[in-house]
């Protein structure tokens, strides 16, 4: 594993477990000696970081190493309105500025490593009112690690974020899946859904992540497939 790689964690939609994914990276770098740090630059659909319905509460609530912290350091922007950022900071009369967000993140890489920065839905969502998700993960030079459902649309979905990268000269770190929607997708299923990906998208997607029961402490054997995109 790369101690010094920061992660900007992406994905294919809204809602494919994102926020999981890095939950499981923060856990995973703490387990292994690091000093890592989560941010979340841009917070959509709550009223505060601190409220039900923040990914940085999820966040913090679930890594033990953070308890008791104050999640409201881990982010930059949050607004109430649950629409893309830059419509959200739209509807309360704000905006948002890179700027900000690059000094935030230049400041936090002086004291932790990685960073482990999450994104806002997927790679195509408009931040600035010229700037969308995949702007942002080339100006902050993050390796793009991007989360895809484990069911059916993946294919489509994964491809098309994997060719929006590129077509940016951006090269994700990897894919994983996330199987935990309402309906669980079966493991032969998800295995064609992984070889589409790997044939059409030239990426092997290194892992499931199945649905967990306990996010604060999730079984050892869950990080495998995030240490093996690691490594």
């Given amino acids: 594993m790369h ?3 920061d992660l900007f964690v992406t994905g294919t939609d809204t809602g494919v477990g994102k926020s ?3 939950l499981l990276l923060m856990q995973l770098f703490f387990l292994r000696g690091h000093h890592p740090f989560y941010l979340k630059l841009f917070q959509t659909g709550c009223n505060s970081p601190g409220d039900v319905h923040s990914d940085a509460k999820f966040i913090y609530d679930h890594t033990p190493a953070l308890t008791g912290q104050d ?3 881990s982010v930059v922007y949050c607004h109430a309105p649950p629409r893309a950022p830059y419509y959200a900071a739209g509807k309360t009369g704000g905006r948002i500025d890179l700027a900000i967000m690059r000094r935030c993140v230049a400041e936090r890489k002086k004291e932790f490593s990685p960073l482990v920065i999450e994104g806002a839905g997927g790679l195509l969502v408009p931040i600035t009112g010229d700037k969308m998700v995949v702007d942002v993960i080339k100006d902050l030079g993050c390796r793009p690690l991007l989360v895809a459902r484990a069911g059916l649309g993946t294919i489509n979905h994964t491809l098309m974020s994997l060719e929006a990268l590129r077509l940016r000269q951006i090269e994700p770190l990897g894919v994983v899946f996330v199987n935990a929607g ?3 997708t079966e493991r032969e299923f998800v295995e064609e859904n992984i070889e589409a ?3 059409f998208g ?3 997607p290194t892992g499931v992540i199945e649905r967990l029961n306990d996010f604060r402490r999730p079984p050892e054997s869950v990080y495998a497939s995030l240490e093996a995109i690691l490594a």
Wanted: no cysteine; glycine share 12%.
């Fill in 20 to 22: 999981v994914v890095s």
């Fill in 182 to 184: 309402p309906a669980i």
């Fill in 71 to 73: 999640p409201g350091r």
């Fill in 197 to 199: 990906v790997r044939r």
């Fill in 3 to 5: 101690p010094l790689a």
């Fill in 202 to 204: 030239g990426i092997h």
